[in-house]
Protein backbone atom coordinates (compact mmCIF):
# COMPACT_ATOMS: atom_id res chain seq x y z
CA UNK A 1 0.00 0.00 0.00
CA UNK A 2 1.60 2.92 -1.00
CA UNK A 3 0.98 5.88 1.57
CA UNK A 4 2.04 9.52 1.78
CA UNK A 5 1.36 11.02 5.36
CA UNK A 6 1.24 14.38 6.56
CA UNK A 7 0.46 16.13 9.87
CA UNK A 8 -3.38 17.41 9.32
CA UNK A 9 -2.11 20.85 11.61
CA UNK A 10 -3.67 22.99 11.78
CA UNK A 11 -0.22 24.47 11.76
CA UNK A 12 -0.28 28.37 12.51
CA UNK A 13 2.26 30.75 11.94
CA UNK A 14 2.27 34.80 12.17
CA UNK A 15 2.75 36.72 8.89
CA UNK A 16 6.18 37.32 7.94
CA UNK A 17 7.51 33.90 9.26
CA UNK A 18 8.42 30.43 7.33
CA UNK A 19 5.95 28.13 6.97
CA UNK A 20 7.48 24.40 7.00
CA UNK A 21 5.35 21.54 5.77
CA UNK A 22 6.49 18.14 6.16
CA UNK A 23 5.57 15.07 4.08
CA UNK A 24 6.89 11.29 4.45
CA UNK A 25 6.10 8.76 1.80
CA UNK A 26 6.47 4.76 1.86
CA UNK A 27 7.02 2.99 -1.38
CA UNK A 28 10.91 4.15 -1.99
CA UNK A 29 9.85 3.39 -5.66
CA UNK A 30 8.08 6.97 -5.69
CA UNK A 31 10.13 9.52 -8.28
CA UNK A 32 8.78 12.58 -8.21
CA UNK A 33 6.74 14.80 -5.91
CA UNK A 34 4.52 17.56 -6.09
CA UNK A 35 3.24 20.41 -3.74
CA UNK A 36 -0.34 21.50 -4.39
CA UNK A 37 -2.05 24.37 -2.66
CA UNK A 38 -6.19 23.67 -2.02
CA UNK A 39 -8.27 26.59 -0.82
CA UNK A 40 -11.62 25.24 1.19
CA UNK A 41 -14.62 24.67 -1.61
CA UNK A 42 -11.33 24.80 -4.60
CA UNK A 43 -9.48 22.66 -6.66
CA UNK A 44 -5.92 21.83 -5.86
CA UNK A 45 -3.35 24.40 -7.46
CA UNK A 46 0.10 23.24 -8.43
CA UNK A 47 2.86 24.89 -5.90
CA UNK A 48 5.92 23.18 -7.80
CA UNK A 49 6.96 19.66 -8.17
CA UNK A 50 10.48 18.34 -7.70
CA UNK A 51 12.57 15.36 -8.66
CA UNK A 52 15.82 14.94 -7.21
CA UNK A 53 17.49 15.18 -4.23
CA UNK A 54 18.03 18.95 -2.74
CA UNK A 55 16.27 21.75 -2.61
CA UNK A 56 14.04 23.67 -5.64
CA UNK A 57 13.20 27.15 -5.02
CA UNK A 58 10.69 28.96 -6.62
CA UNK A 59 9.49 32.59 -5.37
CA UNK A 60 9.16 32.17 -2.01
CA UNK A 61 8.75 28.38 -2.08
CA UNK A 62 11.38 26.18 -1.44
CA UNK A 63 10.91 22.34 -2.11
CA UNK A 64 13.35 19.75 -0.46
CA UNK A 65 13.81 16.30 -0.95
CA UNK A 66 15.14 13.38 0.42
CA UNK A 67 15.11 10.06 -1.09
CA UNK A 68 16.85 8.21 1.90
CA UNK A 69 15.11 9.39 4.32
CA UNK A 70 11.68 9.27 2.14
CA UNK A 71 11.35 12.87 2.92
CA UNK A 72 9.94 15.95 1.35
CA UNK A 73 8.74 19.30 2.66
CA UNK A 74 7.80 22.84 1.72
CA UNK A 75 9.15 26.16 3.20
CA UNK A 76 6.94 29.32 2.95
CA UNK A 77 9.02 32.09 3.56
CA UNK A 78 7.56 35.62 4.40
CA UNK A 79 3.84 33.93 4.75
CA UNK A 80 0.89 35.73 4.16
CA UNK A 81 -2.36 35.75 4.93
CA UNK A 82 -3.72 34.58 1.60
CA UNK A 83 -0.93 31.70 1.91
CA UNK A 84 -3.89 30.01 4.60
CA UNK A 85 -4.92 27.06 2.93
CA UNK A 86 -4.29 23.21 2.80
CA UNK A 87 -1.17 21.97 0.94
CA UNK A 88 -1.13 18.77 -0.28
CA UNK A 89 1.80 16.52 -0.80
CA UNK A 90 1.38 14.08 -3.69
CA UNK A 91 3.76 11.42 -5.21
CA UNK A 92 3.95 9.68 -8.95
CA UNK A 93 6.16 6.00 -8.97
CA UNK A 94 6.01 6.07 -12.43
CA UNK A 95 5.88 8.91 -15.05
CA UNK A 96 2.70 9.89 -16.15
CA UNK A 97 0.72 7.81 -13.89
CA UNK A 98 -1.63 8.79 -10.99
CA UNK A 99 -0.54 10.31 -7.75
CA UNK A 100 -0.79 9.32 -3.93
CA UNK A 101 -1.78 11.91 -2.36
CA UNK A 102 -1.27 12.97 1.87
CA UNK A 103 -4.67 14.43 3.74
CA UNK A 104 -3.08 17.55 3.64
CA UNK A 105 -1.76 19.74 6.46
CA UNK A 106 -4.09 23.17 7.02
CA UNK A 107 -1.81 26.35 7.54
CA UNK A 108 -3.25 29.50 8.99
CA UNK A 109 -1.31 32.78 8.93
CA UNK A 110 -2.52 34.94 11.20
CA UNK A 111 -1.87 38.78 10.73
CA UNK B 1 -6.19 28.96 -22.41
CA UNK B 2 -9.13 27.15 -21.10
CA UNK B 3 -8.34 24.84 -17.94
CA UNK B 4 -10.35 22.15 -16.66
CA UNK B 5 -13.89 22.27 -16.67
CA UNK B 6 -16.49 20.01 -15.03
CA UNK B 7 -20.45 19.33 -15.09
CA UNK B 8 -22.20 19.86 -13.15
CA UNK B 9 -20.64 22.30 -10.17
CA UNK B 10 -23.24 20.35 -7.86
CA UNK B 11 -25.60 17.42 -7.81
CA UNK B 12 -27.78 15.99 -5.21
CA UNK B 13 -29.30 12.62 -5.75
CA UNK B 14 -31.96 10.17 -3.87
CA UNK B 15 -30.45 7.15 -2.89
CA UNK B 16 -30.24 4.62 -5.75
CA UNK B 17 -30.56 7.14 -8.82
CA UNK B 18 -27.87 7.00 -11.32
CA UNK B 19 -25.66 9.79 -11.52
CA UNK B 20 -23.08 11.21 -14.71
CA UNK B 21 -20.36 13.55 -13.94
CA UNK B 22 -18.41 15.44 -17.20
CA UNK B 23 -14.58 16.42 -17.57
CA UNK B 24 -13.14 18.19 -20.07
CA UNK B 25 -9.73 18.15 -20.31
CA UNK B 26 -7.28 20.91 -21.35
CA UNK B 27 -6.85 20.64 -24.74
CA UNK B 28 -4.34 18.48 -25.94
CA UNK B 29 -3.92 16.38 -22.55
CA UNK B 30 -3.16 13.12 -23.04
CA UNK B 31 -3.79 11.64 -20.09
CA UNK B 32 -6.97 12.07 -17.48
CA UNK B 33 -7.88 11.27 -14.07
CA UNK B 34 -10.34 11.04 -11.58
CA UNK B 35 -10.30 11.32 -8.28
CA UNK B 36 -12.45 11.08 -4.89
CA UNK B 37 -12.47 13.59 -2.10
CA UNK B 38 -14.01 13.30 1.17
CA UNK B 39 -13.88 16.17 3.18
CA UNK B 40 -10.95 16.89 5.45
CA UNK B 41 -9.22 14.60 3.39
CA UNK B 42 -6.22 14.43 0.37
CA UNK B 43 -7.67 13.33 -3.11
CA UNK B 44 -8.20 9.23 -3.67
CA UNK B 45 -7.54 8.09 -7.01
CA UNK B 46 -10.21 6.40 -8.78
CA UNK B 47 -9.40 5.38 -12.72
CA UNK B 48 -7.06 6.81 -15.35
CA UNK B 49 -6.93 7.36 -19.17
CA UNK B 50 -4.20 7.67 -21.98
CA UNK B 51 -6.16 8.95 -24.82
CA UNK B 52 -8.76 6.50 -25.03
CA UNK B 53 -7.74 3.83 -23.17
CA UNK B 54 -8.34 3.17 -19.69
CA UNK B 55 -4.77 1.76 -18.35
CA UNK B 56 -5.86 1.92 -14.49
CA UNK B 57 -9.44 1.85 -12.38
CA UNK B 58 -8.17 0.01 -9.56
CA UNK B 59 -9.33 2.91 -7.65
CA UNK B 60 -13.18 2.47 -8.24
CA UNK B 61 -15.08 1.80 -5.02
CA UNK B 62 -17.25 -1.06 -6.44
CA UNK B 63 -18.55 -2.01 -10.13
CA UNK B 64 -21.62 0.82 -9.32
CA UNK B 65 -18.88 2.89 -10.58
CA UNK B 66 -17.98 3.22 -14.26
CA UNK B 67 -15.57 5.70 -16.54
CA UNK B 68 -15.40 6.43 -20.18
CA UNK B 69 -13.50 8.48 -22.32
CA UNK B 70 -14.30 6.96 -26.08
CA UNK B 71 -12.90 9.88 -28.33
CA UNK B 72 -10.03 10.38 -25.69
CA UNK B 73 -11.01 14.14 -24.95
CA UNK B 74 -14.31 14.60 -22.36
CA UNK B 75 -14.71 11.70 -20.16
CA UNK B 76 -18.20 11.03 -17.81
CA UNK B 77 -17.43 9.25 -14.62
CA UNK B 78 -21.23 7.39 -14.17
CA UNK B 79 -22.05 6.15 -10.71
CA UNK B 80 -25.46 3.46 -10.96
CA UNK B 81 -27.74 3.27 -7.22
CA UNK B 82 -25.57 5.64 -5.80
CA UNK B 83 -25.23 5.00 -1.97
CA UNK B 84 -24.50 8.25 1.07
CA UNK B 85 -21.42 6.60 1.22
CA UNK B 86 -20.92 8.17 -2.16
CA UNK B 87 -21.28 11.75 -1.30
CA UNK B 88 -17.85 13.10 -2.10
CA UNK B 89 -16.28 15.59 -4.25
CA UNK B 90 -14.97 14.09 -7.84
CA UNK B 91 -12.27 15.62 -9.20
CA UNK B 92 -10.74 15.26 -12.57
CA UNK B 93 -7.33 16.07 -13.42
CA UNK B 94 -5.39 16.44 -16.85
CA UNK B 95 -1.73 16.19 -17.68
CA UNK B 96 0.00 16.60 -21.10
CA UNK B 97 2.85 13.58 -20.62
CA UNK B 98 5.48 14.62 -22.87
CA UNK B 99 8.32 12.61 -21.86
CA UNK B 100 9.64 15.74 -20.64
CA UNK B 101 10.37 16.20 -16.57
CA UNK B 102 7.10 18.47 -15.40
CA UNK B 103 4.96 17.46 -18.20
CA UNK B 104 3.11 15.06 -16.01
CA UNK B 105 2.08 17.93 -13.91
CA UNK B 106 -1.94 17.16 -13.26
CA UNK B 107 -3.94 20.38 -13.37
CA UNK B 108 -7.42 19.90 -11.59
CA UNK B 109 -11.21 20.93 -12.56
CA UNK B 110 -13.09 22.79 -9.95
CA UNK B 111 -14.63 19.25 -9.13
CA UNK B 112 -18.27 17.84 -8.68
CA UNK B 113 -19.71 18.02 -5.46
CA UNK B 114 -22.29 15.14 -4.87
CA UNK B 115 -24.77 14.74 -2.42
CA UNK B 116 -26.63 11.41 -1.81
CA UNK B 117 -29.87 12.14 0.64
Known amino acids: QKEVEQNSGPLSVPEGAIASLNCTYS??????FFWYRQYSGKSPELIMF????GDKEDGRFTAQLNKASQYVSLLIRDSQPSDSATYLC???????????FGPGTRLSVLP | GAGVSQSPRYKVAKRGQDVALRCDPI?????LFWYQQALGQGPEFLTY????????KSGLPSDRFFAERPEGSVSTLKIQRTQQEDSAVYLC???????????????FGPGTRLTVL
Open chain 1, 27 to 32: DRGSQS
Open chain 2, 27 to 31: SGHVS
Open chain 1, 50 to 53: IYSN
Open chain 2, 93 to 107: ASSVVRGEVGTDTQY
Open chain 2, 49 to 56: FQNEAQLD
Open chain 1, 90 to 100: ASVTNYGQNFV
